[in-house]
């Protein structure tokens, strides 16, 4: 079993900025995909952003510029780096991760989700 812990959210006014983690652990033999998605209040969840084993990222478009998505493939951990923060980016944040178990099982596991205000 793979499980997900998530850190890092908050209020922080407009303009500000924020980091937020997710370290997996369990019986992991790889991960492929770690990412972000958020789901604002009334509104479907969406991919904010992700990034491969290898390193190859995708963007939602409403944050290319402002978001960059990291890792540290030896510690499975994920981070997202939000700048130039704004109210539209208020949302429950969850990481995503995809890979293969020590069993050689396939998983998908979600965070438990982050909470983000950016209020003044």
């Known amino acids: 079993q793979v499980q997900l812990v998530e850190s890092g959210g908050g209020l922080v006014q407009p303009g500000g900025s924020l980091r937020l983690s997710c370290v997996a652990s369990g019986r992991i033999f790889r991960i492929n995909v770690m990412g972000w998605y958020r789901q604002a209040p009334g509104k479907e969840r969406e991919l904010v952003a992700r990034i491969s084993i290898g390193g190859s990222t995708d963007y939602a478009d409403s944050v290319k510029g402002r978001f960059t998505i990291s890792r540290v493939n030896a510690k499975n951990m994920v981070f997202l780096q939000m700048n130039n923060l704004k109210p539209e980016d208020t949302a429950v944040y969850y990481c995503?991760?995809?890979?293969?178990?020590?069993?050689?099982?396939?998983?998908?596991?979600w965070g438990q989700g982050t909470l983000v205000t950016i209020s003044s």
């Open positions: 995503n991760t995809a890979g293969i178990q020590s069993n050689s099982r396939t998983f998908e596991v």
